[in-house]
C-alpha cells in the first residue's frame, strides 16, 4: 500500500521547524570579556511532543554560542499548542539560538566601541575551553578564531553602481534606483553539536567484504543525496587500497541498524563503522596473504607480491561485520552539566545584503563563508552541504514563515509559502578549515547542519546594518523594514 499527501497535507501532516521566542542578557567588562549570558527560551512545539524536549534542550545548550563565559544561566522551555507539529530539522534547536545569541553580539560589541569581529574573536572558544552552557571541555577541533580571521580576509564584493534591475533590490519590478540603495555587511558565528548525545547509546553497522571482483560495503545508512555512498566507498578504498569498491546500503536484511540520517551523524557514525570494519578485513587478509602491505592485486611482502587476490579469496572472501559506537556521552545532571555531546562542529558567515528602506526591499548580494570540517572526505560532497545549508538559512532569514492562525496553516502551498529559487541565490564563497577531530573516520566532521546555523543570523545581521532597526524576528519582511517594525 502506499500513501502521498497533497502539498497542503504535507504541510499539515509534516513536522516543521520550533518557532521560538528568546530573551536574552549579555554583560562584559570593558575590555571585552564576557562575564555573564542570562537566556530564557520558549518554543512551540505544537499539538504533540515530537523531538520538543530534544531541540529545546540543544538551543539551551547552543545558547552561549562558541564563546567563553563563567556565568551563564540559561531557561527553556518547550510548550505544547493547538498548532500544528514541529520536529527535527537541520539545525535542531541551535539555529534560533544562534540568532539570539549573534544579535546580542553586535549590540554588546557597539555598546563597548569594539569591532564587531574582535569582540567575537577575544571570546571564542578554543579547543580544551568548557562550553560555557555545560561545562563539557570542547575536546576537539575548535578554530572559531582562525574562522573568523580568515572569514574578514576574504574579500568583499564591489560596489555596484550599475542601474541593471537584476542587480536592485526588487529585481526586474523596476521599484528602486540605485541612489535609494544602502549596503550592509553582517557576521554570524555558531556551532553545532554531532551525532545523538545525551546519554544515548548510538551505534552503526557495516560490513566490508573483500571478493575476487573487488570490494563489498554493506550498510542499513539512508543516502538522502548528502554524498554517503561515495564516502563509504572513499573509506573502504583508503583503508584497503582496493580501487573496486561496491557500496550497498538501504538493505537491513543484510545488515543490521545505522541509525537515522540525521543529528550530522552518518559520516562519523556509519562512515566510522565502515573504517573500523576494513582495518579488520585488511588485517585478515595480511594474516591470511602472509605479507605486510595489501592492494587490488593482492598481498604483497617487502615490495613483492607473494599471494595474488584470486588465491586470497578465490575460495572464500574475507569479510568483516563490525557495531561502531561512538564514546559514551553523559545525561545531564539536575543543573544541565556533563560530557553531554560526541563532537561540536563550527561556522562563520559574512553577508553582504543591499536594502532600499524606504521600500522595504532588499538583496542579498553575496555570502562568504568558512567553516571547520575536520577533514574532507569527499570535497565536492562537503562544498554541496554548505552551498545548500548556506541557501536554506538564507530562506529562513528572508523568505520562509508558515502563517498560522487559530491553529491553521493560512499558506499551505508554494504559491503562498515562498522559498528561495534560482534566482534569488547569491554567489556563495567556500573556504574550509581542516582540522581534524578526535572522532570519526581521518578526522571527518559532519558538515550538513553548521552552515544552517549562522548563515540566517548573518543575513539579518547585514539588513540590520543597512537600516540600523533592532529586526528580532525572521523571516524579515518589507513592512518590517519600510515601517521599521520588529
Known amino acids: 500500500m502506499k500513501m502521498e499527501y497533497s502539498r497542503a497535507e504535507s504541510f499539515v501532516g509534516h513536522v516543521h521547524r520550533h518557532p521560538a521566542q528568546l530573551w536574552m542578557r549579555h554583560e562584559a567588562d570593558p575590555d571585552g570579556t564576557l562575564r555573564r549570558i542570562e537566556a530564557r527560551i520558549i518554543i512551540d512545539g505544537g499539538a504533540y511532543r515530537s523531538t520538543s524536549d530534544s531541540v529545546v534542550g540543544n538551543a539551551v545548550y547552543h545558547a552561549a554560542g562558541p564563546y567563553r563565559c563563567d556565568s551563564v544561566s540559561v531557561e527553556g522551555v518547550a510548550v505544547r499548542t493547538n498548532n500544528p507539529p514541529c520536529g527535527a530539522m537541520r539545525g535542531f534547536g541551535a539555529v534560533q539560538a544562534c540568532f539570539g545569541h549573534e544579535a546580542q553580539?553586535?549590540?554588546?560589541?557597539?555598546?563597548?566601541?569594539?569591532d564587531r569581529v574582535e569582540f567575537r574573536i577575544h571570546n571564542a572558544v578554543r579547543r580544551g575551553d568548557p562550553l560555557a552552557t555545560s561545562g563539557q571541555v570542547i575536546d576537539t577541533s575548535a578554530p572559531v578564531t582562525e574562522i573568523l580571521e580568515r572569514l574578514r580576509r576574504m574579500?568583499?564584493?564591489a560596489e555596484d553602481l550599475s542601474d541593471d534591475p537584476r542587480l536592485l533590490p526588487g529585481g526586474t519590478g523596476l521599484t528602486t534606483s540605485r541612489p535609494m540603495v544602502r549596503r550592509g555587511v553582517g557576521y554570524a558565528v555558531g556551532l553545532k553539536n554531532l551525532c545523538f548525545s545525551g546519554g544515548f547509546d548510538d551505534y552503526a553497522e557495516a560490513r566490508v567484504a573483500i571478493t575476487p571482483f573487488g570490494v563489498e560495503v554493506h550498510t542499513a545508512a539512508v543516502e538522502v543525496g548528502?554524498?554517503?555512498?561515495?564516502?563509504?566507498?572513499?573509506?573502504?578504498?583508503?583503508v584497503l587500497g582496493i580501487e573496486d569498491v561496491v557500496v550497498y546500503y538501504d538493505d537491513t536484511s543484510k545488515i543490521g541498524s545505522a541509525g537515522s540520517t540525521s543529528a550530522s551523524r552518518q559520516t562519523q557514525m556509519t562512515g566510522g563503522a565502515v573504517m573500523e570494519a576494513a582495518r579488520m578485513a585488511r588485517r585478515i587478509a595480511l594474516e591470511r596473504g602472509g605479507g605486510d602491505e595489501?592492494?587490488?592485486?593482492g598481498v604483497w611482502k617487502d615490495g613483492v607480491l607473494v599471494t595474488p587476490m584470486e588465491d586470497l579469496v578465490g575460495r572464500e572472501n574475507i569479510e568483516y561485520h563490525t557495531r561502531f559506537h561512538h564514546q559514551q556521552t553523559d545525561a545531564p545532571d539536575d543543573n544541565g552539566q556533563g560530557d553531554i555531546h560526541v563532537d561540536f562542529a563550527f561556522a562563520a558567515h559574512r553577508a553582504v545584503v543591499d536594502v532600499d528602506q524606504?521600500?522595504?526591499?532588499?538583496?542579498v548580494v553575496q555570502v562568504?563563508?568558512?567553516q571547520d570540517v575536520g577533514f574532507m572526505i569527499n570535497p565536492r560532497s562537503v562544498v554541496g552541504q554548505i552551498e545548500g545549508g548556506t541557501m536554506q538559512g538564507i530562506g529562513l532569514a528572508t523568505l520562509e514563515e508558515i502563517v498560522v492562525e487559530d491553529g491553521v496553516i493560512k499558506n499551505p502551498t508554494f504559491t503562498d509559502y515562498l522559498l528561495p529559487t534560482f534566482l534569488d541565490a547569491p554567489p556563495i564563497e567556500i573556504e574550509v578549515i581542516e582540522e581534524p577531530s578526535s572522532f570519526g573516520p581521518f578526522g571527518a566532521k559532519g558538515v550538513g547542519e553548521p552552515p544552517t546555523v549562522s548563515s540566517t543570523a548573518a543575513v539579518v545581521a547585514a539588513i540590520r546594518d543597512a537600516t540600523g532597526l533592532e529586526l528580532n524576528r525572521t523571516p524579515v519582511r518589507p513592512e518590517h523594514v519600510a515601517l521599521g517594525s520588529r
Open 294 to 297: 595489501l592492494d587490488g592485486e
Open 226 to 238: 548528502q554524498g554517503l555512498g561515495m564516502a563509504c566507498a572513499q573509506i573502504a578504498r583508503t
Open 358 to 363: 524606504e521600500l522595504g526591499l532588499f538583496r
Open 105 to 114: 553580539m553586535d549590540k554588546l560589541a557597539d555598546a563597548l566601541g569594539m
Open 155 to 157: 574579500p568583499l564584493p
Open 368 to 370: 562568504d563563508t568558512v
